[in-house]
Every structure is written in C-alpha cells, then in structure tokens.
C-alpha cells in the first residue's frame, strides 16, 4: 500500500512539475501592475510562507497521530468524530470555494481563445470526470487489495494481515460484539470471526481513503504553492499566507484522522505526513525558481493550473463528501446518537463555513 502511494505521489507531482515547466514556454498576457507589485519585497514573504506553512501543517496533521492514545481523542470517540467532521468541512470548502472557482476563473480569463474555452464549462466537466474517475480508482483499488488480502497469510491473534497490532479499543469492540451475540462457545467464535472479518474491511477502506486523499492534497497542493512563489504581488502573498496556513492546519487534521484510522505502521505514517508537509512548500520554491520564465497569466499557465485545479476539485469534492462524511454520518456511531449527529453536523458546517470566508481574501 505504502509503495503504491508513493508512485502515485511521484506520478503526480511529475506531471505536476513538467506541466508546469511547459506552461511558462508563452508570452504572458494581462501582467500585474500596481503598488503591490513588489519582487523584492515578495521574496522574504515567500520565505517566511514556506517556514509558517510546513510548521501549520506538521502541527495539524500531528495532532491525531500524537493524540490517539488520550481517551477524548480515541477514534471510535466523540471528540474525535467532531474534529474529523470539521475537518471534512474543511476540505470540502477548499473544494467547492477555493480550487474550483479558481479553476473557473483561469479558464475564462480573457488571455484564452474564444473557441473553445469560453464556449464550454470546462472546470465543471473537467471536475465531474475527476470525481468520477477517483470513483472508479477507489472501487478499483479496495477489489484490488481485497481480493489480494483473501489469499494472504492468516493474521495472528491481536493483528491484521499486514501485521499491525490492533489497538485496545478495536479488540473491545470486537469483546463486546463477542459478549452480546455469543450465546455458545461456538457461536461466539463464529461471531468473533465474523466481526474480524468485518474489521480487517473496513481498516482496509480507511486505508484506500487515507492514501487517495492524500493523493488528491498534494496534487492541489503543489499548484497553489506554485501559484504563490511566482507571484510577486506582495498583497495578495500576505493574505494567502494566512488563508494557507489555515487551511493546512485544519485539512491536516483531516488526512491524520484518517491515517490513525488506516492503522498504518509508524514509517508509513512519517512518510505520508512529511509529503503532506513539504509540497505545499514545495511548491512555492518551485515557483520560486521559475519566476522568471513562467508567467501565471500565459495561456499555457492558465490552461495547465486551471484543468489541474479542475480535477483536483473534483477529487476532494468527491472525498470529503463520499469517503469522510457519508461514511461517519450513515454509520452506526452517529445513527445511534442525534446528539452527536448534531454536533457533527454543526462542525462540518464550520469547518466549510471557514474556508467560505476565507475564499473573500484568497
């Protein structure tokens, strides 16, 4: 799983990178002027943006992993359904409010011919299909991995099929499905199969959830961190910074609850946070780099970002809405607690809310 997520990563940002090397080739058209175009100046913001973002970003996507073993954050908890609830909000926002009228407005920009772009809804379309195609790469990759888990080792006692120890909550999930539906020895046993069955499932499904999020973070990711460090407008690099550091904070926390809940082993867990931690800033010196040959209002450039902010909208749009909402609001734990329903409704509507403000500034 681990080795299959990092060829996705290297994958994307390859594209990513010789995308946007391409995209720099035209003339730039509409260049920005005014008082707030200042390169000497941006630069020093560009440098404290990279500093305050991987700090935001290893902070929040931390705070699950190095809390999972106190009580009010346990996964199968209260507080931790609330705080995954306003992180899907989170990302939700960033996919609705940010990437996708982003999208809309590099496609429609006045640089690009009439015939096609200005004649059909490409961001739209382009979003529907990417939400689509992470549809079929999810179904995909759970038959894959499912089918391949049935013909592996038995797990031991205590341990799922990659051999990571299950944790103490899990096995008192399982005791107490035990202890409700065993009636005999045998059919208690044939329940606690059962149940582990069901378990190594869904461990299964948070672990493709974990690994195509991610997969989706980091190619939106790198593009705005891009976008950043070419910009030399120092009054709109102030106001992203903030919204930025927000915004990874928050969906940091959202990709950790998901990553605890995978149960992957610890390197496995360094690695996914250290990519969602570096690209953002990755890409910003990125940008950095080719300031001088790429031009953000090129045709090629406004092309090239607003299809990959297109399909990363739709990827994150599909995320949050399918793999992290529908799947906790129609589970058991919030079906059999309104209160908690509630609560967890309220903080999507936060969390979403949040990121709707913030998209007045960035």
Not at 122 to 135: D, R
Not at 163 to 177: N, S
């Amino acid at each position: 799983m681990a080795d299959s997520l990092l060829k996705l990563i290297s994958i994307s940002i390859f594209i990513s990178v010789f995308a946007i090397q391409a995209a720099g080739e035209s003339d730039e058209c509409g260049a920005e002027t005014g008082s707030c175009i200042n390169k000497s100046k941006a630069l020093p913001l560009k440098i404290i943006a990279i500093v305050a973002i991987i700090v935001t970003s290893l902070i929040g996507v931390s705070v699950p992993l190095l809390t999972r073993n106190i009580s009010a954050f346990n996964p199968n908890g209260s507080v931790f359904a609330i705080l995954k609830a306003f992180a899907s909000g989170i990302i939700l926002g960033t996919g609705f409010m940010h990437v996708l009228p982003d999208s809309f407005d590099m496609l429609s920009s006045e640089c690009l011919e009439e015939n096609p772009w200005h004649e059909f809804p490409f961001p739209g379309f382009v979003a529907m299909v990417s939400a689509i195609v992470t549809l079929a790469v999810d179904s995909m990759a759970t038959s894959y991995y499912s089918s391949k888990g049935k013909t592996g080792v038995t797990p031991k006692d205590g341990a799922n099929a990659d051999g990571v120890v299950k944790h103490d909550y899990e096995m008192q999930a399982v005791g107490d499905f035990h202890g409700h539906h065993g009636h005999s020895h045998a059919h208690g046993h044939h329940a606690l199969a059962s149940t582990d069955q069901v378990g190594e499932a869904q461990l299964l499904r948070y672990r493709i959830i974990a690994m195509v999020l991610e997969l989706g973070i980091i190619v939106h990711s790198v593009v705005i961190g891009l976008s950043l460090g070419a910009s030399n407008n120092v009054c709109s690099i102030k106001s992203l910074v903030a919204a930025l550091c927000f915004h990874q904070m928050f969906e940091g926390m959202g990709l950790g609850g998901s990553i605890l809940q995978a149960e992957y082993k610890l390197m496995k867990r360094l690695v996914m946070a250290f990519f969602f931690s570096a690209t953002t800033p990755f890409g910003i010196a990125l940008g950095i780099a080719l300031s001088k040959t790429y031009r953000e209002n090129s045709p090629n450039a406004l092309i090239t970002v607003g299809l990959l902010n297109a399909s990363s909208a739709g990827l994150l749009i599909y995320m949050a809405l399918v793999d992290l909402l529908a799947v906790d609001f129609m589970g058991p734990k919030l079906q059999n607690n309104f209160k908690l329903l509630i609560k967890c409704t309220f903080a999507v509507l936060l969390g979403a809310g949040g990121m709707s403000i913030l998209a007045k500034w960035a």
